[in-house]
């Protein structure tokens, strides 16, 4: 969806992930849309005026108190002359001061004078935003309308790895299209409530997410490489866009996303149960990687070689097929049933088959051919099938797959 025409105004507070604004700005300018910036004390540590000068094409703006920014323009009019308000990174600081509604600088002024929208990114230590302080504000914060992007999972720069890094730049991006499909600005004076584009309130979308483990004996089991990063990723864009949101996620090292129900399973025969208590749906996104078989009989017992080495015969029997249970016709099927296939060639032929085969409405296709990087990396580069064609879609991160996907089916159940 098109932004060219729209502004932004971009809020850079302090930490390390502030040099990926410029990325963002790169973006926002290639895409047509104007961005005035406005860089905190602490964000000027990392990243220069000029640079983001440079970037933007526009005039830096830094102090609240400043007699030229004031004479020419005015801290009121800056806050609203824009599209939409985004703050990345946000730091834990910014988010307590929009909390506690506090103006002690330039952009918590701005934040706290604006009635346009507002997009926050946090990028903080994983035990800050951890922190109950900072999770109670993120939730003050959502109750208000603030729509929120991140943060990503990973190895930070302080040597710990968790939740707490700043989303990808193009996440970000896709959050903000989302964000300027539906402009919504307070309605009176006086009203105090952002409202967030609420596309899906109302609704019940049920996703699947991570592999499966399928039992061999108590020590050993059949899996795919699954990491759930994409299941949960769209679980989380679902739920941004109001929706409830049920997610059944196989065995995953990553965080429950927030604000969704999550029914946690091991095994093929569990999720299938897990997904049929779960209806009605309006929606339904298979993500999971489900093993295609299991072992007819699993060992009570480790499982141990015989007296010449020799492996022990397994007997392998066809697990359920979740997709075409849940899509087969009947009064009980989501109105869109959205499946994946991941395949390491052919991929297009692969996925019209299985769309047509399993009555799914939509396939997303991917490559996962290990040179690919895909399958339990960050990054995703889909293919959507549907009845109308393919759509083909850049490499990008999968949190702005997800926001992608979410958008088309939000579009899809209006």
């Known amino acids: 969806m098109s932004i060219a025409g729209k502004r932004v105004l971009l809020i850079i507070s302090g930490g390390i992930a502030a040099y990926k604004a410029l990325e963002l700005i790169r973006l926002l300018r290639k895409a047509g849309c104007a961005v005035s910036c406005v860089l905190t004390a602490g964000g000027a540590h990392f990243v220069t005026p000029l640079s983001l000068q440079a970037l933007s094409e526009e005039k830096v703006y830094t102090e609240l108190f400043s007699l030229t920014d004031e004479s020419e323009m005015g801290h009121i009019q800056l806050s609203r002359s824009a599209d939409l308000v985004v703050v990345a990174p946000a730091s834990a600081d910014l988010l307590a001061k929009m909390a506690a509604g506090m103006a002690d600088d330039l952009a918590s002024t701005l934040l706290l004078a604006t009635d346009t929208r507002v997009l926050v990114a946090p990028a903080m230590n994983v035990r800050m935003w951890l922190h109950p302080a900072t999770q109670a504000n993120m939730m003050l914060l959502g109750q208000r309308g603030v729509a929120v992007v991140g943060p990503d999972e990973g190895a930070m720069a302080c040597n710990e790895f968790g939740p707490g890094r700043l989303a990808e730049p193009p996440a970000i991006l896709a959050a903000i299209e989302v964000l300027l499909a539906e402009p919504i600005r307070l309605p009176a004076p006086g009203l105090r409530t952002l409202e ?174 290990p040179a690919s990087g895909i399958m339990g990396g960050t990054e995703n580069e889909v293919h959507l099938v549907t009845t109308e064609g393919i759509e083909d879609w850049p490499r990008m991160d999968k949190q702005a797959v997800a926001v992608r996907l979410a958008e088309r089916i939000a579009e899809a159940l209006a």
């Not at 109302?202 to 050993?220: A, K, Q, Y």
């Not at 080495?309 to 016709?329: E, K, Q, R, S, Y």
Request: net charge positive.
């Open 196 to 369: 967030a584009p609420r596309r899906l309130a109302g609704r019940h979308v049920l996703v699947t997410s991570g592999p499966t483990h399928e039992p061999i004996d108590p020590v050993r089991y059949i899996a795919n490489r699954s990491s759930g990063r994409q299941g949960h990723a769209i679980a989380a864009a679902l739920a941004g866009l109001g929706a409830r949101v049920t997610l059944v996620s196989g065995p995953v090292v990553v965080a429950d996303p927030a604000g969704v129900d999550v029914v946690r399973v091991e095994t093929a025969a569990e999720m299938l149960a897990a997904c049929q208590a779960a209806l009605p749906a309006d929606a339904a996104v298979f993500a999971a990687a489900v093993a295609d078989w299991r072992v007819a009989h699993a060992a009570g017992q480790k499982l141990k070689k015989g007296p010449d080495g020799a492996a022990p015969g397994l007997a392998l029997v066809p697990n359920p097929d979740i997709l075409a249970t849940i899509a087969a016709a009947g009064p009980g099927r989501p109105r869109l049933v959205v499946g994946f296939a991941a395949e390491t060639h052919e991929m297009l032929v692969h996925a019209q088959d299985k769309r047509a085969r399993k009555n799914a409405d939509w396939i997303v296709a991917n490559d996962v051919n």
